[in-house]
């Protein structure tokens, strides 16, 4: 019987095949190159990140808000119409009303319509001087609050919310009302920067009746949050950058305090200087016009006649601009001028 378990030279197991190829740099080469979980993870597509926190390129396609170009007086605005509208509100419900902000963001048009949450009211308004539209929209919280305080209702319990039906033609137009009285006080708040007026145009509860700018066109949304001791709910205030644009110059303005970029000690200091400071003044006896060649025949010594007489009116003016009229006369060894008339804007202007 032999024996089928021979023994292994050492020498050969601690050689091993001679396979070509195999080398230390070979495997080298291959640590180097990135597997699917590591490109997963850098790309951000990996399930688990993704089920924790966005990163990468999805990050970037899914981010629904869009950096803006911030705007310190829409800031100021936004804040006056808060202390505003909580005054036009406690005396239009007769409640105790606190109102705050709660985000000014920058979304996309398309993303905020998508995130409204029904039952709704969305109020169509219109700038007829910046020639665009803007959206303000009444959750049902604010909806039942609302028409439960001016409808007299009890106070201690919160408002009954009836879902699942439409909205009536009273609920509707008590919204309209509190929407009227928004409208008027932007256009106070929008007051020390330009003159505007708001228009309510429409009221819709269907998201998709209230496009007034295509999906990926950037807007500012401004979010309030209204308490009306144990009842409220939240307005939000959609304002797309095309409405704002003919005045952004204005809303990039610095500012300080609520002067809106007035200072009555600067004023004050430049009231007082530009009183005594000099303007030189042009008297003007009369004034021709002559041909071209009758100009440059002139030579030293030729004479011009002039239509003035001694009683003929004096045209006193500073550069350009016409100040006042008169007529000549002399004090002592000097001439003077007699002011007669004061010259209006009006002829100034024409003039």
Known sequence: MSNTDEAVPTSALAEG??????????HASTT????QDEIDSLLGTDDDACAVDQSGIDALANNTKVAYERLPMLEIVFDRLVRILTTTLRNFTSENVDIRIETITSLRFGDYLDAVRLPAMISVFKADAWDNSGLVTVDSAMIYS?????????????PTRVEGRNYTTIEQNLVVR??????RDLAQAFAPITPIAFEFERLETNPRFAAIARAGNAAIVFKLRIDMEDRGGGIDMLLPYATLE??????LQGFMGE??????IWEGHLAREILTTDVALEAVLDEQQVPLSMALGLKVGSVLDLNATTESEVLLRSGHAPMFK?????????LAIRVEERMREQETADD
């Open 32 to 35: 180097d190159v990135l597997d």
């Open 17 to 26: 095949p001679d396979v070509p190829g195999d080398s230390g740099d070979a």
């Open 246 to 251: 003919p005045i952004r110059d204005l809303l």
């Open 259 to 264: 002067r809106f970029g007035r200072d009555s």
């Open 146 to 158: 609302i028409v439960d305080v001016l409808l007299g209702g009890r106070r201690g319990g919160a």
């Open 178 to 183: 509190l929407v009227n009285l928004i409208l």
């Open 326 to 334: 008169g007529f000549i006369g002399r004090i002592g060894d000097h």
